[in-house]
């Protein structure tokens, strides 16, 4: 495969790109040990960035593209409990090369949601605007007990509010001490700039792994799951033996609403013994999925194939030997659309596709 070729062949009309590698595809964000952050928690410097640079996601802002990544420090030998996740900030002209901020923009600190943030840290997030120009981030807090979807907002992408897990609240807590995490907002076009959908009278997001799960608010800051009429959780996207996501499904970047549905992008696990032989265990691919613009659960189509894999050395080194694409943010820019991904659990990388003429 040239690398100036397409990732994947577009398999269905409804699917957005299909993406390019570009000719010389190389990481656009990487670890670097010349950062350091005086930490809240300890009081310590840490080189915050130094082990790795991962997942992240993605807004257009005063004409540049702007990346949130989650970020780790290298620990020594004698470090007990492990990492801690931030998030950066690295800012962009052209989508591909990026000004990295030398400090986290968000992280644990001495604020109301220590209890659910130290020391595992703020991981994973996923960005979207609304049509006011907030700013609304989605991640996982890792205290090292549950991990669990939070909301953050903001006016700048510099300064946040947290407003905590979204689900601790409804139904007096049921599903805040379970797993949550990768909660992806439907967005939609609007004079060029992806912004947050309105369906019925409320927005809506994607979430979770092993199946998707939806959700739906009237604020982007409090959440409602969708439940069966028995009161159990309702998967709207569901592995599949015999496919690339035979072992787990994951929301990618926030969803975007056009003319045929619901476009969701996902990140797909194998299981290679009953998935797709020759893609390995574990190994993270992307998918596409459409579902009904009026009935966000409805599940119209999706790919047979991956439209992204692992395929260069950089995807496949790292912490996560099997490889990864790992596509979290996505972005309409210049008319084209900026898919950014980590790569192993270690880097940054981008695609990016035609977008509508």
């Known amino acids: 495969m040239g690398m100036g070729s397409a990732v994947m062949a577009q398999e269905k009309s409804w699917m957005l790109g299909p993406f ?7 990481p656009i964000i990487s670890p670097t040990s010349e950062t350091v952050f005086e930490d809240p928690m300890s009081g310590e410097s840490v080189h915050w960035e130094s082990m790795a640079t991962f997942n992240p996601a993605a807004i257009v802002k005063d004409g540049k593209i702007h990346v949130l990544y989650r970020a780790e420090e290298k620990l020594g030998e004698n470090e007990i409990g492990g990492h801690t996740s931030r998030i950066g900030l690295a800012t962009s002209e052209d989508g591909r090369e990026f000004i990295r901020n030398k400090v986290p923009i968000f992280y644990p600190a001495e604020d109301n949601q220590k209890e659910f943030e130290w020391t595992g840290g703020t991981e994973d997030p996923r960005i979207i605007e609304t049509p006011e120009g907030t700013y609304v981030l989605t991640y996982t807090q890792w205290n090292r007990e549950y991990p669990r979807l939070a909301v953050a907002t903001s006016s700048d992408l510099l300064h946040w509010e947290k407003h905590g897990p979204i689900f601790k609240q409804w139904k007096d807590g049921k599903y805040h001490n379970q797993e949550t995490k990768s909660g992806a907002i439907v967005t939609e076009l609007q004079d060029g700039e992806l912004v947050a959908a309105m369906i019925n009278g409320k927005y809506w997001m994607y979430y979770g792994v092993p199946h998707i799960w939806l959700a739906s608010s009237e604020d982007l800051i409090h959440w409602e799951p969708v439940e069966t009429y028995e009161g159990n959780l309702a998967p709207v996207l569901s592995p599949r033996p015999g496919y690339f996501d035979s072992w787990l499904v994951e929301a990618g970047p926030p969803p975007v609403r056009t003319a045929d549905g619901i476009v969701v992008i996902y990140n797909a696990g194998n299981s290679a013994n009953i998935g797709v032989s020759d893609l390995g265990n574990r190994v993270y691919t992307g998918g596409q999925a459409l579902f009904d613009s009026k009935e966000p659960w409805k599940l119209l189509d999706r790919s047979d194939e991956p439209f992204i894999q692992p395929e260069l050395p950089f995807e496949k080194s790292g912490q996560y030997k099997d490889g990864t694409t790992f596509l979290e943010g996505l972005v309409y820019f210049k008319e084209q659309w900026f898919l ?18």
């Open 20 to 26: 390019l590698r570009g000719d010389d595809p190389q």
């Open 340 to 357: 950014y991904y980590g790569t192993a659990d270690s880097m940054v990388g981008v695609v990016v596709g035609e977008g509508e003429n």
